[in-house]
């Protein structure tokens, strides 16, 4: 396994790096595109981690757990049920969840992240996971009143800072059973294991790619395991994955 960070060296400007030990080995384009070193090294202790990636956009599967599901009162879906979340709901790890006054109710939901490494269309299942760079830890927060309300999921899912990820993207997994955990503050809301998916990744990735042509960079949230629940201004909310990492931000409420 390899483990990339993105990161923002000199003068404010975003790079991805290479993780070695203790020191981030700063890359001169995305790792899928353009992986040869710059010379330029950065402790990891004292590094500004951004989300790593930028993807063009995220796409994400809804109900993909069978007792999440059930938890909302949802029938579970015969096909995989598809959303968008917007590029500038994106935050690192660290950043702030910042929850709206118009929502009464935010609620966490950790997934597992996968991010596209080569342009695919039309891919079948038994390739699309040669497609996939790696992966990294997301928090689809959720507006869970405004989803209710509207029905369907913009506004709900869109939010700014809606989208935590990071904090490393990871390569050379198996994405087919590793353990999902989400905790706010000491207390674990959510565990399971993505082998209880309904629609494994790469049966999403061969679904998603028959409809939109995935490009490289690209965020895939692949569904949430029960437990979801709601954030309160002040909480600490952690997404831990086997393998992957920890992904930590706190919460509050938006002008606080």
């Known amino acids: 396994m390899i483990a990339f960070a993105r990161i923002l060296v000199g003068s404010g400007r975003a790079a991805f790096a290479r993780v070695s030990g203790d020191d981030l080995l700063v890359l001169r384009g995305a790792p899928w595109e353009d992986p040869a070193e710059t010379g330029e090294i950065v402790p990891r202790a004292s590094a500004r981690l951004l989300a790593p990636v930028a993807p063009t956009k995220i796409v994400c599967v809804g109900r993909n757990y069978r007792a999440h599901a059930a938890e909302l009162g949802n029938e579970v879906p015969a096909e995989p049920l598809l959303f968008f979340k917007p590029p500038s709901s994106v935050i690192g790890p660290d950043d702030p969840i910042e929850m709206p006054p118009v929502s ?5 939901e950790g997934e597992l992240g996968v991010v596209i490494g080569a342009r695919c269309r039309d891919v079948s299942a038994e390739r699309a996971l040669d497609f996939v760079f790696g992966y990294t830890c997301v928090n689809d927060v959720t507006a ?44 674990v809301r959510q565990q399971g294991n993505t082998r209880d998916m309904i629609f494994p990744v790469a049966n999403l990735i061969a679904y998603i790619s028959a409809i939109m042509t995935l490009e490289p960079g690209d965020l895939l949230a692949t569904g949430t395991p029960e437990g979801v629940g709601p954030l309160a201004h002040g909480d600490g909310v952690e997404v831990e994955i086997e393998g992957v990492g920890l992904l930590r931000n706190p919460v509050r409420s938006r002008g606080a």
């Open 144 to 187: 869970r009143d405004l989803q209710k309300k509207d029905g369907q999921w913009a506004r709900a899912k869109g939010f700014d800072t809606f989208c935590p990820a990071g904090p490393l993207l990871v390569t050379g997994l198996d994405p087919r059973a590793l353990d999902v955990r989400c905790r706010v503050g000491s207390t």
């Open 104 to 108: 009464a109710r935010v609620d966490h």
